[in-house]
């Protein structure tokens, strides 16, 4: 018999997690005793843009009924319960009309048991197994919310990091670039360490399915010119700077002036995101107000491409 302790863990663990990452809007743990014969409802949009409530029944562990037993009988009479008995919403105390009840077992489920249960309901009832839910597992992102934390977090130090870089390509691409004396620049040597961009690509991935565009596009810029900078890096040699790489001694100096200016509206824009609560799928946060503030300012200034 399942430990009903081990049936709630899965349920808030597992399921309703899951549920999330493929797409439903709202999902709620209503296991209890009013639950109706529902241990989660969750709500998602038609195509008309109307709000449709469902209902899952959960159940961890194999249902191998051959025949009419009473376990058959209890799953029946939940699922029943649960189409039938209209959902209210706690936070509004509005009440909702049930569109479908799922029936979600952790396991396996007998053909048998499929064709008494399809047969004595309706089209409002459908079984999910173990095999279903671990396709949907599969091909929908999952990205703990820890994991996502040290994403954006360790963005925050990456960019702190890269500032200090930059302050000493800064200093002699300067000094360089207002050498008039070819002798004189012979002596500047090139910082060897380059951008870090590794949490900015993978800040990128997350971010695509949940920050705003405006957010979107201030990191893909950033990363767009940390790409840059690196690159001219390694153009330009570490020791003997002449005349002939002054071209590209302006253009590097000119990234890395806009890269200080962009990079504190990226900490901020770090900041916001973590004291934010994580949208769901679907939805995206709100544009960080230092990057639409930050973008504002730079689309007035900046040179042009």
């Known amino acids: ?54 209902a899952a029944q959960a159940k961890d562990g194999d249902l191998k009924s ?8 209890t799953i029946l009479d939940q699922l029943r319960s649960a189409y039938e008995t209209p959902y209210r919403d706690v936070t509004t105390g509005t009440e909702h009309r049930i569109t479908g009840v799922y029936l979600v077992v952790n396991g396996s489920v007998s053909d048998a048991a499929k064709q008494i249960l399809y047969s004595q309901t309706g089209s409002w009832m459908s079984i999910v197994d173990r095999s279903q839910l671990d396709i949907a597992d599969m091909l929908t992102p999952h990205i703990p919310d820890s994991d996502r934390r ?27 670039a207002g050498e008039g004396d070819g002798a004189e620049m012979q002596k500047v040597a090139m910082p060897c360490a380059l951008l870090s961009t590794r949490w900015l690509v993978k800040c990128l991935e997350i971010g695509v399915h949940e920050l705003h565009k405006d957010d979107i596009n201030f990191l893909t810029i950033l990363l767009r010119w940390s790409e840059d900078i ?17 071209s590209a001694l302006e253009v590097i100096r000119r990234r ?30 709100d544009p960080s107000p230092s990057v639409r503030a930050c973008m504002e300012g730079f689309r007035r200034t900046a040179p042009a491409e």
Request: charged fraction near 30%.
């Open 256 to 285: 890395i002036s806009d890269y200080h200016k962009l990079a504190p509206a990226a900490t901020e824009a770090v900041r916001f995101i973590l004291s934010n609560e994580r949208p769901s799928p679907g939805v995206r946060l």
């Open 150 to 176: 040290i994403v954006y977090g360790s963005l925050g130090l990456e960019i702190r990091d890269n500032e200090e870089t930059l302050g000493d390509a800064f200093t002699c691409v300067d000094g360089a």
């Open 230 to 246: 690196n690159f001219l890096l390694l153009k330009i040699p570490l020791v003997g700077i002449d005349r002939g790489v002054e």
């Open 1 to 54: 018999m399942t430990d009903v302790n081990d049936e709630v863990a899965w349920v808030r663990d597992t399921l309703m997690p899951l549920l999330r990452r493929v797409g439903f809007r709202r999902v709620d743990f209503t296991h209890g005793i009013l639950e109706a014969g529902r241990d989660v409802v969750f709500s998602d949009y038609d195509k008309f843009g109307l709000v449709k409530y469902y």
């Open 66 to 73: 051959r025949s009419d037993t009473q376990e058959i009988h």
